[in-house]
């Protein structure tokens, strides 16, 4: 069954570092998200990408972070200067055009800022 | 701005029990309700997804049902076993069918 993948499961960096972080989405999918959940809260919505364009962003999703989908398979998420209060669960998600919009998403990346 | 509650916040069961989790939302324009399952440390796992022109969706031992005028869903787990121990998230369309607004989830242990 296809399935969203992510890389790294776990990356851990220094305060101030620029991380990447990556997602392989369903192949047929064409809406692709970025969310993550701090430890012990909710998951929150950072970031919608559609037709090679953001279609929709929070408010949590500042100049720090781009999303870029540079081939066309891969959709990553940049952090240029990560801070302390980065550190969170991310989740990448994707899905198709139609029918019944369920949203499938990956295993998440833990990024630790040190 | 959609709002979603999930009470109640952790419940632990014996086996063999049957499981009721709730989840309330503010914004009863919704395309769709999503529930999924999370376990400790791991991502998302969707179990169900109910379209706002159903009443209910069953999949095997899970019964989630849909409410919308009156803002709730539920998600009935027939005869909990152990396997069942994780935190179910509900998540709800914010705005036109994009994003998802989730809730912080029913923490759920099932006690052998």
């Known amino acids: 069954e296809p399935e969203v993948t992510q890389t790294p499961s776990h990356q851990v960096t220094q305060m101030g570092q620029e991380v990447i972080l990556r997602c392989v989405p369903i192949s047929n999918h064409l809406y692709f998200y970025w969310y993550r959940q701090i430890l012990g809260q909710k998951v929150e919505f950072l970031v919608s990408?559609?037709?090679?364009?953001?279609?929709?962003k929070s408010e949590i999703f500042d100049d720090q972070f781009s999303v870029e989908r540079p081939d066309g398979s891969n959709f990553t998420l940049k952090i240029r200067s990560t801070k302390l209060e980065d550190s969170a669960m991310y989740f990448c998600?994707?899905?198709?055009?139609?029918?019944?919009?369920?949203?499938?998403f990956g295993p998440g990346t833990r990024l630790t800022v040190l | 701005k959609q709002e979603v509650t999930q009470i109640p916040a952790a419940l632990s069961v014996p086996e063999g029990e049957n499981l009721v989790l709730n989840c309330s939302f503010t914004d009863s324009a919704i395309y769709n309700l999503q529930w999924f399952r999370q376990d400790p440390g791991k991502g998302l796992t969707s179990l169900l997804l109910i379209q706002s022109s159903q009443r209910e969706q069953t999949s095997g031992r899970l019964n989630a049902s849909l409410d919308k005028s009156s803002g709730r869903s539920t998600l009935y787990i027939a005869a909990s076993q152990p396997g069942d121990s994780a935190t179910y998230l509900c998540a709800v369309p914010a705005y036109g069918n994009n994003r998802l607004a989730f809730g912080k989830g029913n923490q759920v242990v099932v006690i052998p």
């Open positions: 998600a994707s899905r198709t055009s139609g029918g019944a919009n369920e949203q499938f």
């Open positions: 990408f559609y037709n090679n364009e953001i279609s929709e």
